[in-house]
């Protein structure tokens, strides 16, 4: 590394954000870059550490550690340190398609297999990629790689969300003609639709759509494969078909009273408001509204933080969080160790907002929904919850208890489930006659092959909801053993 010493001379620093309060005002990004000579003293934070457990992606009691597409990172840590920053490019290139969308919502499993993070604050990974990639986008040093021969093979691609672009994007570098069918009007999955915009600006998406086109990958929009084209007319088409369909399946809740007015599915909530806001500035009310209403979120992961930051912006009247699980440490238990992803307690965008605006933090942990009620006109009103307990049983096994005297009436006109997804919707995998397993598509990972002659499968539909460096790591890898199968081999890494 340039500066031997630097993790020992400077701290590190958080990207600058915009004031909470006046980025409630708005949709854009919450976050800003960093200065040039900020990112140049946080780059010189990386070690000569010999061994960098920061990109070796992998898992520790199922949890991701390191970065799964494997990024170089001490080595365009090192080049923007020096101020060299489209050789910084060149390094990031050569094994994130998408930095731009890393670089913004990846939760940096990196940085908690950072090794300066064992006894300090790790090296702010993730926003020296944001920088890296948003500079070559400014400079003009990303342009249309154009294939200059073409296989003759062609291969469609069911979904468009970070899988089924990042093999796309393989797939085509590779001369073979690719065809991305989305069922959406917008192409993107949901780097689109499932992510609000202060996370990620609808344009850094539709800005890479375009030079994935211009590259010569063509994007099929309003498409559902298996309605409005069939699964064997692909197969007709195509030498090849690769299933990236995502785990779109949401988990709902069983529960007394579910059937009141009001209560919606989390991905529901979120995918119209960014449909309503990206169509008409919301001119065309066909959104949920939470203005002036109190809201409730069952379900304390990303998802449910996203949908507190959007009542938020609609300016709810009031709005809870509700998990399962205790409140997280402020720092490592013995239980979880470096290079272990750090599970400690975070504030993030959506309860730094929330903060600001109600002066309070609006989690609430170890929660029950005993039960929700509606009012006279069947429209929810109110839910009854108790505290939970999480213990030992004599296994050795952690079980939730319920702790008497807790019970507790919450008023409610809204509420959003964000408990997670099942898996993969079934309709398309059974009408293409593939096997799946715990409602994903059964195929090995590294292989990716289905029980059916050159159909594939990679990304959440293959594994389960996941982290989209996951997704883009199985469409680097699927890319490369469809490209082997069309062709006996492949350069492709």
């Not at 992998?58 to 020096?82: A, S």
């Not at 468009?160 to 590779?174: F, H, I, K, M, V």
């Not at 005297?405 to 964000?418: C, L, N, R, S, Y």
């Amino acid at each position: 590394m340039g500066k031997a010493t630097g993790f020992m001379e400077y701290t590190r620093q958080k990207p600058k954000e915009r004031n909470p309060l006046t980025r409630l005002n708005d949709w854009k990004e919450y976050s800003n870059c960093f200065s040039d000579d900020m990112l140049s003293q946080q780059g010189a934070r990386c070690m000569d550490c010999a061994t960098p457990f920061c990109h070796m992606g992998t898992e520790i009691n199922r949890v991701t550690t390191g970065c799964p597409i494997h990024n170089l990172i001490p080595e365009w840590n090192d080049l923007v340190y020096r101020g060299r920053w489209k050789e910084a490019l060149d390094r990031l290139l050569k094994t994130n398609n998408f930095p731009e969308f890393t670089g913004r919502v990846c939760p940096a499993p990196c940085e908690g297999s950072c090794t300066v993070g064992i006894s300090d604050p790790a090296v702010t990974i993730k926003s020296i990629e944001r920088t890296i990639i948003d500079k070559g986008f400014e400079n003009g040093w990303i342009t249309p790689r154009i294939p200059t021969k073409r296989t003759g093979k062609k291969i469609a691609i069911i979904g468009s969300g970070p899988a089924g672009l990042a093999s796309a994007d393989q797939l085509n570098q590779a001369g073979h003609t690719v065809t991305v069918y989305e069922r959406s009007d917008r192409a993107g999955g949901l780097l689109t639709y499932g992510i609000p915009n202060m996370k990620l600006e609808k344009e850094v998406v539709e800005r890479r759509i375009r030079l994935l086109n211009q590259e010569g990958i063509d994007f099929i929009t309003n498409t559902e494969v298996g309605k409005d084209i069939t699964a064997k007319e692909l197969q007709d088409q195509y030498d090849a078909v690769i299933l990236c369909t995502g785990a779109q399946k949401q988990r709902d809740l069983v529960i007394e009273g579910r059937e009141a007015k009001g209560i919606h599915l989390a991905m529901d909530y979120l995918t119209t408001t960014t449909k309503s806001l990206l169509d008409s500035n919301f001119a065309d009310g066909q959104f949920i509204d939470t203005k002036g209403q109190d809201v409730i979120v069952i379900g304390g992961g990303d998802t449910g933080a996203d949908c507190v930051a959007t009542a938020l912006r609609q300016q709810c009247r009031s709005v809870v969080q509700f998990g399962k699980h205790p409140k997280l440490p402020t720092a490592r238990t013995s239980d979880n160790m470096w290079p272990a992803y750090p599970n400690v307690f975070t504030l993030e965008y959506a309860y730094e907002e929330a903060e600001a605006k109600f002066g309070n933090d609006p989690r609430e942990y170890s929660i029950q929904t005993k039960k929700i009620v509606a009012d006279d006109n069947g429209n929810v009103k109110e839910l009854h919850t108790i505290q939970m307990e999480k213990v030992k049983d004599e296994n050795g096994g952690y079980i939730f208890k319920e702790i008497p005297g807790t019970e507790k009436v919450w008023p409610a006109q809204f509420v959003f489930i964000a408990i997670g997804f099942e898996g993969t919707e079934q309709p398309l995998l059974t009408q293409f006659g593939v096997e799946t397993t715990n409602q994903k598509v059964a195929a090995a990972y590294g292989e990716y092959k289905t029980n059916i002659e050159g159909v594939f499968a990679a990304g959440d539909a293959r594994r389960g909801q996941s982290l989209i460096v996951w997704a883009i790591n199985e469409g680097r890898e699927v890319a490369r053993e469809v490209d082997r199968y069309l062709m006996g081999s492949s350069v492709l890494p």
